[in-house]
């Protein structure tokens, strides 16, 4: 299997150098500053492959080319911006780039209702909390029909959640909430996301189906032609959030879309910490019945909190996900292909990390500072170095 590390780009506080100190080999990173629906230019991809060999790396994995909004709605730009999104693809294949992780979340990409959640080790993790976004989705937010998705109990917590939030930790919910996409430094205002969430009010779980089918089904053939392999990330939490349709939480979700083309190009990207964030998600029975179609995976885990609705980000070996069992299966997975001919190591990165020790203070994108993942990574290694020789 390929080790690999999520790089965003020259800005990035976290660096190359960094990343081939972990010991990874492969880098993870996107052209963040193309808005979605544009095409990545030939030589811009050449020029990040260019930095990244210099630092004696490889660029294995795009993670993402974003989908645009009008994709996702099929708005008046649907079909210029499929064509513009084949068109990336065959410029990444021309550069010999052939993995393209994507996700197809509607208006926010990954939420997390704390940024900064201390735990009693003194690491800081990233935390999720339903009182807490319903607490910003009813009173803060104030979105239309928002009291429908929550039970009565749920309104009285989420009202005692936010009576005991001062006004700067109110202000500092809102900004985790609404920040944008990984990698970008983009914060959306309150009135933009309102009126996002409520163009979905028509499409619907059904609706944002249908709109992945089509988008698969343009952009699947030039895959296909390409020898790229496209693979979607699972929503992060797996579950509706702010009245939005989640539509790639569960077996059952990412089964329907490997169903809806023939080719061997659509595939998963599979993430233990986002499908496991849900309790009826059985993580070793997605893997093996999902197998053949893994083309990408993030290894992290999370805890989910007893008796509440919440979840924090873990260290890798600490949480609800058993990563020993999922590498077994990965591992099982590479043989055979390997076995049939298809010896294309599988990628995988240590996914998310808590800020620990000189990681405390040094600036990062959330989910990604340097020595927690550095930590995720050998921790990965020495169990993937196990299971090989064990198994």
Not at 33 to 42: A, K, L, Q, R, T
Not at 149 to 175: G, I, K, T
Not at 337 to 360: E, M
Request: with cysteine; net charge negative.
């Amino acid at each position: 299997m390929e080790q690999t590390w999520r790089w965003f780009g020259p800005r990035d506080a976290v660096t190359l150098s960094d990343a081939r100190q972990a010991g990874a080999t492969g880098i993870v990173t996107a052209l963040h500053d193309i808005p979605p629906g544009e095409v990545w230019p030939i030589d811009d991809i050449q020029e990040r492959q260019r930095i990244v060999k210099a630092a004696g790396l490889t660029w294995s994995v795009v993670e993402s080319v974003n989908v645009s909004e009008d994709i996702k709605q099929r708005g008046k730009n649907w079909q210029l911006h499929i064509d513009n999104y084949s068109a990336t693809l065959r410029n990444l294949a021309a550069c010999g780039i052939r993995t393209v992780c994507y996700n197809f979340m509607p208006v926010l990409d990954w939420l997390r209702t704390d940024l900064e959640w201390e735990l009693p080790d003194g690491s800081v993790s990233m935390r999720f909390e339903a009182d807490a976004l319903a607490a910003f989705d009813l009173f803060i937010l104030k979105r239309p029909g928002a009291e429908k998705d929550w039970s009565d109990d749920q309104q009285r917590s989420a009202n005692a959640r936010l009576q005991q939030m001062s006004e700067a930790e109110r202000e500092r919910l809102v900004r985790t909430v609404l920040a944008g996409l990984p990698g970008t430094t983009e914060i959306y205002t309150l009135d933009y996301v309102r009126n996002a969430i409520a163009s979905y009010a028509d499409i619907g779980r059904d609706g944002l189906r249908a709109n992945l089918r089509e988008f698969l089904r343009g952009v699947c053939p030039a895959a296909e032609e390409l020898g790229v392999r496209l693979c979607i990330h699972p929503d992060d939490p797996p579950r509706s959030l702010l009245g939005l349709p989640r539509i790639a939480s569960t077996l059952e979700d990412l089964q329907f879309l490997l169903d809806q083309t023939p080719e061997q190009a659509n595939g998963i990207t599979f993430c233990s910490g986002s499908l496991g964030a849900r309790p009826d998600n059985n993580l070793v029975e997605m893997i093996r019945k999902l197998a053949s179609r893994i083309r990408f995976v993030h290894l992290r885990s999370t805890k989910r909190e007893p008796g509440h609705d919440a979840f924090y980000e873990a260290a890798h070996l600490a949480g609800d996900v058993n990563i020993v069992a999922l590498m077994k299966e990965l591992v099982h997975e590479e043989r055979r292909r390997a076995a049939s001919g298809d010896g294309v190591p599988i990628p995988f990165r240590s996914d998310h990390g808590n800020k620990i020790l000189t990681d405390i203070g040094r600036p990062s994108v959330p989910g990604y500072p340097a020595v927690g993942r550095l930590r995720g990574l050998a921790e990965l290694r020495g169990v993937l170095t196990a299971v090989e020789a064990l198994t």
